[in-house]
């Protein structure tokens, strides 16, 4: 099993946004430290010719208007851009992407990916 650094982001600031707990925090720190170091998939340039060819996908099967910003569009297609980069690089390294988010309209556009959830 595999995280995206993207996604260790995500988790890193929701510990440290939902939680003032000093010593919780220090411990996900050492187990990150310890144990999913190792396991990070890290962002490549490879990951960004994914990244890339999803936002191409997304905007050909649904053209945005042309003056509204990239990250406002995405919204309203209920497209997270964290989740772009995190499918990006299951993408790059062929892995299968364990979430409980839909990304339906990601999912519609790269089905190179497989999607699972085991919760």
């Given amino acids: 099993m595999w995280i995206s650094a993207i996604a260790l982001g995500e988790i890193q600031f929701g510990l440290s946004n939902s939680t003032t707990d000093v010593l ?3 411990e996900f720190e050492q187990f ?5 170091r ?13 990244y890339a060819d999803i936002l191409r996908r997304l905007w ?10 990239k990250e406002a569009y995405l919204v309203t297609l209920g ?8 499918v990006a690089s299951a993408w790059e390294y062929g892995l299968t992407l364990l979430t409980q988010d839909k990304m339906l309209r990601i ?3 790269v089905p190179e990916v497989t ?3 085991w919760i």
């Fill in 38 to 50: 190792h396991q990070v998939k890290e962002i490549t340039a490879s990951t960004c010719f994914c």
């Fill in 107 to 109: 999912r519609e556009v």
């Fill in 24 to 26: 919780r925090r220090r």
């Fill in 32 to 36: 990150i430290a310890r144990v999913v």
């Fill in 79 to 86: 497209v997270d851009i964290n989740d772009v980069w995190i």
């Fill in 60 to 69: 050909d099967k649904y053209p945005p208007p042309s003056d509204m910003p």
């Fill in 115 to 117: 999607f699972e959830c």
